[in-house]
């Protein structure tokens, strides 16, 4: 079985990366430096015509939680529709209920929407109340797969969760994202059965821009203007290279 190396994007450049270094998929975004948000149909439609990589699209209206108004759940549905019909291969959904659970009725309307893409349930499994059942209800749901860090920040610290989840139900993939690396993709090979793995791979650059105005932030006053992440392909090929040459003899 080839194991699953899937490079969160938010740019054409950071998803021609990921081609390169040999990404099975991409989580396309944007704003990946909020957690991500829904991308542009535009952004979408230049990867699929010039990238031969397969799609999955996260569908989020906003920052911040998982509980949505009725419009912004008009805005979710028409976006699957939308990427749907423009050709992605898989949507990147999730939503709960005011008590952590997630939000069955919803996430079925959109999964008979979706009909047979690859549908993923992203990191909103992190904050719901219970794992096991929202593991439970995304299996009966028809999920493909459900992106996780074992409900902690970085999954090498959820680790141990995040294979307990595979182990209890293998007809879903479990995939670990938030914080992945060479080291601990490396961990995750030597002490779980975990086979799908979710990264940016990002490295910073500075812009071209020769004059910057000083003391202007357009964003997030934390981060400078003129600081560019973008999926770096010897990061990729490393991690490529890792999970295709393990063996798990002796493990």
Not at 85 to 100: R, S, T
Not at 153 to 172: P, R, T, V
Not at 214 to 239: C, F, H, I, R
């Amino acid at each position: 079985m080839r194991r699953i190396l899937e490079i969160c994007a938010d740019s054409f450049e950071s998803a021609k990366a990921a081609e390169l270094g040999g990404a099975d998929r991409l989580e396309l975004c944007g704003s990946l430096l909020i957690g991500g948000v829904s991308p542009s149909i535009e952004l979408f439609n230049l990867i699929k015509r010039n990238i031969d990589i397969k799609i999955n699209v996260l569908i989020r209206p906003r920052f911040g939680d998982f509980l949505y108004t009725p419009y912004e759940f008009e805005i979710i549905k028409n976006e699957v529709r939308l990427f749907k019909e423009k050709g992605a291969d898989g949507i990147v959904i999730g939503m709960l209920m005011p008590d952590g659970n997630l939000d069955v009725k919803r996430l079925k309307e959109l999964k008979d929407i979706a009909g047979h893409m690859h549908i993923t349930l992203h990191r909103a499994f992190d904050l719901c109340s219970d794992p096991f059942r929202a593991l439970k209800e995304a299996k009966d749901l028809g999920f493909s797969s459900i992106l996780t860090s074992g409900q902690k920040n970085k999954a090498i610290d959820g680790m141990a969760l995040i294979n307990q989840l595979q182990e209890e139900e293998k007809d879903i993939e479990i995939m670990a994202g938030s914080g992945m690396g060479e080291a601990s993709v490396k961990t995750f090979l030597e002490n779980t059965c975990i086979n799908a793995f979710h990264m940016s791979g990002k490295k910073t650059l500075d812009s071209a821009m020769v004059y910057r105005k000083d003391g202007v932030n357009m964003g997030l006053p934390l981060m400078s203007e003129y600081e560019l992440w973008q999926t770096d392909t010897a990061e990729v090929q490393k991690v490529r290279a890792l999970i295709d040459g393990f063996n798990p003899k002796g493990r």
